[in-house]
Each structure stands twice: as structure tokens, then as C-alpha cells.
């Protein structure tokens, strides 16, 4: 059920129920973090596996100290400076932390949302909430009420109405290597954003060789139900064409291509902002109207490979059937572009 009751979803809450909470970058699916029944049924409901942790949400950074310890002073920084907000924090964990929350590992994920239902929610509560994104483990993210409701029904639990969400891409998440701050995924705050507030470099965590388990980090991820290319803009014609000539039903994603070049039964092309933030807050919005429009294949324009696109082309790429530039059988002369 979708309500805007903050002492019901208290309620569920200390009964160890779950509740799915809206934030500032996705829908989550709550449970008590201190509560390992409840957070267990967290995995059961996303059918996620019980070694990828989880991201605990305060209600202020004065809670910090509660779940982590041993807390760089850069860590404090980064919390002063983007708390409230899409900024996820891996820390080491405080004795008496949950191992169902930290994936059995030494750190604990952390961070205040910026949105003013999870906020109310987190001081009403007064507790910790574990919320993973509200979605089957490995699906596209949630950014209204109505994706969790179409993913899930009534299995969630209640869920709370906070709108859309303003970001629209997870938070970024940044751990630390003898205090040198380290991105372990992409989000919606840029590595350029922190190393300009830092006056340093920030390290990019490769996720295939990192040992620390982040949220996110599978290799596939973040999917449509319907198979998605990314494509150079030089190939994105070509292979529209060659898919609408088979009779397939094609959702596209154009960001400097005009939509008007696919007006043909068939295509439904979808003009994106131009700019990375932009672009980031209706992406989700958009894969998940292409997957109930019923298209066979999405076909993306591949956005630049500079770091404001960082979570756009990370999202993507864990998404994509087909990576960028891999081939794909050639249209006849009949099926090209005229």
C-alpha cells in the first residue's frame, strides 16, 4: 500500500517490518538496521544475496559515531560538507553492527539522505534503517512510487509517498585507503565535485579487482527487462534501422541525434537532456517506460566518457546486452539510412 503516514511506517518499522522509503536519488526498501529478523527480510524480498551489504541511513551525521569508528578526518569532512545527500560513506564499523548489514565484512556503508519524507521518517524512528534500493536484486532502480508498486505489489510492504526523486541515480560511494578518499561506485555526486571541494585526487576503485563488496558493484546490474545497446552516435542510425526492418520494436535514447530522424513505425525515440545531471535524474524514468511500452530492444546513444558522465556510463554499462562498438550484422542497402 502507497501512504504518507510517518508514524504507521514507525510502526512497521519496530515491528520489523519493512517500509520503502523515498530518497533523494532512489526508492528504498527500509528495515531496522538494528533488527537482524528484519533486515533479513530484506534479502528474501529482493532475492539479493546475503553478501552484498547493505547502506544504513541517520538522520543526522550525528549518528555517524553510533555505527562507524575510527573515522578519518577526511570521512568528517566529506560529512559536513554533503550530508544531507547522495553521499555514501564505508567506514569501519563499530562493534555490535550487524554482520547481515556489512556483508560479513569490517565496514559498514552509511550516509543522511536529502528528502524531507526519509529525514522525518529517520527522526521519528530514531534508529538506523539498512535500504538497499526497492527493487528485485540486478533491475532497474526505482524512482517513483509506482516502479516499486509494478515490481513488487503488496510484497514490499508499505510504502511511503515522496514523489519523484530529484537525482534520480544512486549515491556515490567513496571508501578510503590510508586516508586517501576512494570512489567504489559512481553516483550522483562526480568525482570532479569532490576532488574540487578536496583540493585533491580522488582514486577510482576498479569494482572487478576491489575486495570490498559495495553496493551496486555486480557486473550486471541496474537492467531493463529489455535487452540494451549502447551505441556510438556514428552507429546509432544504422542499427535502428537494421532492428525496424525486422519488424522489431525499438525504444532509443538520443542525446545529440534529432528524434525526428526515427520517425517510422516502430521507433519511439526519446530526446535526453544534454547535460550529465540532467540526463541522470530521468534515466531510470525513462528505461522503465520503454520496459512497460513493451519495446524489444533499447538502443542508447553513448553519452561522453568524461567524469561528470561517470554514473550515467556506469549505469549503462552494467545494464548494456552489448558493449559499446561490438558488432552487429549489417543492414542490406534496402535498410540503410537514405
Avoid at 545497446?229 to 545529440?256: D, F, N
Avoid at 516502430?266 to 544534454?274: D, K, V, Y
Avoid at 553519452?303 to 542490406?332: C, F, M, Q
Amino acid at each position: 500500500m502507497i501512504v504518507g503516514d510517518i508514524d504507521r511506517a514507525v510502526e512497521h518499522l519496530r515491528r520489523g517490518m519493512t517500509v520503502v522509503i523515498p530518497t533523494e536519488t532512489v526508492y528504498g526498501l527500509g528495515a531496522d538496521a538494528a533488527n537482524p529478523t528484519a533486515v533479513r527480510r530484506i534479502f528474501a524480498i529482493k532475492g539479493r544475496p546475503v553478501s552484498h551489504p547493505l547502506i544504513v541511513h541517520l538522520e543526522s551525521s550525528g549518528r555517524l559515531e553510533s555505527w562507524a569508528e575510527k573515522i578519518p578526518p577526511i570521512a568528517a569532512r566529506l560529512a559536513e560538507r554533503f550530508w544531507p545527500g547522495p553521499l555514501t560513506l564505508v567506514l569501519p564499523r563499530r562493534p555490535g553492527v550487524l554482520t547481515e548489514v556489512t556483508g560479513g565484512q569490517s565496514t559498514v556503508a552509511v550516509r543522511v539522505p536529502d528528502h524531507p519524507v526519509a529525514l522525518s521518517l529517520l527522526k521519528a524512528f530514531g534508529g538506523g534503517i539498512a535500504a538497499p534500493s526497492a527493487n528485485r536484486f540486478g533491475h532497474l532502480s526505482p524512482t517513483s512510487s509506482r516502479d516499486v508498486y509494478e515490481e513488487f505489489g503488496e510484497s514490499a510492504g508499505m510504502i511511503l509517498e515522496g514523489g519523484p526523486c530529484s537525482f534520480g541515480v544512486e549515491s556515490t560511494i567513496v571508501g578510503f585507503q590510508e586516508n586517501v578518499p576512494v570512489i567504489l561506485r559512481p553516483g550522483a555526486i562526480s568525482s570532479g565535485t569532490l576532488e574540487a571541494f578536496l583540493g585533491m585526487r580522488v582514486l577510482r576503485s576498479d569494482s572487478k579487482d576491489s575486495s570490498l563488496r559495495v553496493p551496486g558493484s555486480s557486473l550486471s546490474h541496474y537492467a531493463p527487462e529489455t535487452p540494451l545497446e549502447v551505441l556510438p552516435e556514428e552507429e546509432l542510425g544504422q542499427r535502428t534501422l537494421y532492428l525496424a526492418a525486422r519488424s522489431r520494436r525499438v525504444g532509443i535514447l538520443c542525446r545529440t541525434v534529432r528524434p525526428e530522424r526515427f520517425d517510422r513505425e516502430g521507433l519511439t525515440p526519446f530526446s535526453m537532456p544534454g547535460d550529465a545531471d540532467g540526463y541522470a535524474r530521468v534515466l531510470y524514468a525513462v528505461l522503465h517506460f520503454f520496459d512497460r511500452a513493451g519495446v524489444e530492444r533499447i538502443l542508447v546513444e553513448a553519452p561522453p566518457r568524461t567524469a561528470e558522465w561517470e554514473a550515467v556510463n556506469d549505469r549503462l554499462g552494467r545494464a548494456a546486452l552489448l558493449r559499446i562498438g561490438k558488432e552487429y550484422p549489417e543492414p542490406s542497402r534496402e535498410e540503410s539510412l537514405r
